[in-house]
C-alpha cells in the first residue's frame, strides 16, 4: 500500500504538482500511514532522489528542482504538526545573499531541501553583511554559515565570505562554525572557494544541502572529540 502513495508523491512533484502532492500525503494520512512515515519513506527519498539526478545531470531543470524542494518543505511543515513526539534535528545553519548580492533563487532551494532534510535553516534574506552572518550563527547555535553569490565582485569582495571567514578566525569560531558557498562564479572556478576562505562549495542549490549535513557532521564530531 505504502508503494502507491510513493508513486504518486513521485509523480507529483515530478509533475511540480502540489495539491496532487499534498492529496498523496493526505491519502496516506487517511489510509492510517503515520505522518513520520510519509516524511521518513515519502518524502525524504524523493528529496535524495532529485539530489542524485542532479548530481548525474548539471544541466537539469532548476525550476522543477525549486518547486520540488519547496513542496518537500511546505510536506514536511505540515506532517511535523502531526508526529506523534517531535524529530531530531540534525543541525542547524544560518543561510542568506552575500552583502551587496539581491539573488535569491539558488538560496531558496537550499532552504527547501535543508527543511525537509531535517536540517533547521535560518533564512538570513538577500544583502547580508558578514557580521551579521556570524552573530546570527552564534545566537542560534549553528553549525554552518552558508553564503549566496550569483556576482563575481560580491563572491571575491571584501564584505562577502572573506570577510566572514575573517571573523569566525578573530573570535576562534572555526572549528566550532563551518562556511560554504555557492552560486554561478563558483562554478566557473572550482577553487575559489578556498581563495574566499570557504570550508566548501556546492554546485547548486540540490547538493548544497547535502554538502552543509556533512560539514554538520564534521562540527558535531569536533565536538564529540573534544569532550572525551
Not at 45 to 60: G, K, L, T
Given at each position: ?20 502532492a499534498?492529496?498523496a ?18 518524502v525524504i ?16 531543470n ?12 511546505e510536506?514536511?511543515?505540515k ?12 543541525g ?10 539581491l539573488?535569491?533563487l539558488?538560496?531558496r532551494i537550499v ?6 532534510l531535517?536540517v ?17 550563527a552564534i545566537?542560534?547555535?549553528?553549525q ?23 571573523i ?31 570550508d ?7 547538493n ?8 554538520i557532521?564534521?562540527?558535531?564530531h569536533?565536538e564529540a572529540?573534544a569532550?572525551?
Open positions: 500500500m505504502l508503494n502507491s502513495f510513493i508513486k504518486a508523491y513521485n509523480e507529483a512533484v515530478f509533475e511540480t504538482d502540489k495539491d496532487a499534498f492529496s500525503v493526505n491519502a496516506a494520512l487517511t489510509a492510517g500511514i503515520k505522518a513520520e512515515d510519509v516524511v521518513f519513506k515519502i527519498p524523493a528529496v535524495e532522489e532529485m539530489m542524485s539526478n542532479i548530481s548525474q545531470d548539471p544541466d537539469a532548476l525550476a522543477q528542482h525549486f518547486m520540488t524542494a519547496q513542496i518537500a518543505a510536506v514536511t511543515e506532517m511535523l504538526e502531526k508526529f506523534d513526539h517531535p524529530p531530531d534535528i540534525i542547524r545553519v544560518v543561510i542568506g545573499t552575500a552583502y551587496g548580492d539573488h535569491s539558488g538560496k532552504m527547501g531541501c535543508l527543511k525537509a531535517m533547521e535553516a535560518t533564512d538570513l534574506g538577500a544583502n547580508v553583511s558578514a557580521e551579521r552572518f556570524v552573530d546570527e545566537a542560534r547555535d549553528a554552518v554559515i552558508a553564503v549566496s553569490a550569483m556576482m563575481v565582485h560580491t563572491a571575491i569582495g571584501d564584505n562577502g565570505a572573506r570577510k566572514v571567514r575573517r569566525l578566525k578573530e573570535r576562534g569560531l572555526e572549528e566550532r562554525i563551518k562556511l560554504i558557498v555557492g552560486g554561478a562564479p563558483y562554478r566557473y572556478d572550482a577553487e575559489l572557494f578556498q581563495t574566499v576562505g570557504a566548501a562549495w556546492a554546485p547548486d542549490g540540490v548544497a544541502a547535502r554538502t552543509i549535513i556533512h560539514l557532521e564534521q562540527v558535531k569536533h572529540v569532550d572525551l
